[in-house]
């Protein structure tokens, strides 16, 4: 008989050592899934739950209310965007909660949405797994409030184009800092990726801002609305 794709916290661990956060990890891939948690729980993170498709997925968020999801966003029964779906409703009900969509494939039109909901969001090709350090590198950034695009993703929506491009005022190197940006990259990671100061960063994001009209604003997180920009200029 085949085992149920859905479990709980499993074995118990040692809760007085420190954690990054608690997690659920929802794909119906469970060879996936179950790597997914192993890695994550060896670079010290708390997996609370495992789902093989949305209604488990929001069932073990209602109960545990993680840190972080991370989901694949084609899920049982149509293999669609029921990933995708629940995401949304778990942003609505856990504003808090971060959330990480995994995909086989570019899902523009569908993340935007999502990617707009502000802090603690991310996209990732599937394929990125396969790098541990990067993979556990995003996940960490997401769930301390970043806003992570899949660089696949970034150099896609650079390549096309339409007429009223509200990007067309940044200069060359103000758009490869943005992309590193829309990346989840701090400014000092910037910095070591163009091999410039950090000060340099800063002057190229501020003239970012300006170029954008978009002020400043404590209701918003200015950089976030950057990459939406960024995003939706396609």
Same mark, same amino acid.
């Given at each position: 008989?085949?085992?149920?794709?859905?479990?709980?916290?499993?074995?118990?661990?040692?809760?007085?050592?420190?954690?990054?956060?608690?997690?659920?990890?929802?794909?119906?891939?469970?060879?996936?899934?179950?790597?997914?948690?192993?890695?994550?729980?060896?670079?010290?993170?708390?997996?609370?739950?495992?789902?093989?498709?949305?209604?488990?997925?929001?069932?073990?968020?209602?109960?545990?209310?993680?840190?972080?999801?991370?989901?694949?966003?084609?899920?049982?029964?149509?293999? $669609?965007?029921?990933?995708?779906? =629940? @995401?949304?409703?778990? +942003? /609505? *009900?856990?504003?808090?909660?971060? %959330?990480?969509?995994?995909?086989?494939?570019?899902?523009?039109?569908?993340?935007?949405?999502?990617?707009?909901?502000?802090?603690?969001?991310?996209?990732?090709?599937?394929?990125?797994?396969?790098?541990?350090?990067?993979?556990?590198?995003?996940?960490?950034?997401?769930?301390?409030?970043?806003?992570?695009?899949?660089?696949?993703?970034?150099?896609?929506?650079?390549?096309?184009? $339409?007429?009223?491009?509200?990007? =067309? @005022?940044?200069?060359? +190197? /103000? *758009?490869?800092?943005?992309?590193? %940006?829309?990346?989840?990259?701090?400014?000092?990671?910037?910095?070591?990726?163009?091999?410039?100061?950090?000060?340099?960063?800063?002057?190229?994001?501020?003239?970012?801002?300006?170029?954008?009209?978009?002020?400043?604003?404590?209701?918003?997180?200015?950089?976030?609305?950057?990459?939406?920009?960024?995003?939706?200029?396609?």
């Amino acid at each position: 008989m085949e085992a149920s794709k859905e479990s709980g916290p499993g074995p118990a661990r040692d809760r007085t050592a420190t954690n990054k956060g608690r997690v659920v990890v929802a794909d119906d891939d469970v060879l996936l899934r179950e790597g997914i948690t192993s890695l994550l729980e060896r670079s010290g993170f708390d997996v609370v739950g495992q789902a093989g498709d949305s209604a488990q997925l929001l069932a073990l968020v209602q109960d545990h209310v993680p840190d972080l999801v991370i989901s694949d966003i084609r899920m049982p029964p149509t293999q $669609r965007t029921e990933g995708l779906t =629940a @995401a949304r409703t778990i +942003r /609505e *009900r856990h504003p808090r909660t971060g %959330v990480l969509l995994l995909s086989a494939h570019i899902e523009v039109e569908h993340t935007l949405e999502l990617l707009a909901s502000g802090r603690g969001v991310g996209y990732l090709l599937k394929s990125r797994v396969v790098d541990v350090n990067e993979f556990i590198d995003t996940v960490e950034r997401i769930a301390k409030g970043g806003v992570v695009v899949d660089p696949v993703l970034v150099q896609d929506l650079f390549r096309a184009s $339409r007429k009223d491009d509200p990007l =067309a @005022a940044l200069s060359a +190197r /103000e *758009r490869e800092v943005l992309a590193l %940006v829309a990346e989840g990259r701090s400014n000092a990671g910037i910095a070591r990726q163009l091999w410039v100061t950090e000060g340099t960063v800063e002057k190229h994001v501020q003239h970012i801002l300006t170029k954008l009209q978009i002020p400043a604003s404590d209701a918003d997180h200015r950089r976030v609305l950057a990459v939406i920009t960024f995003l939706e200029a396609r």
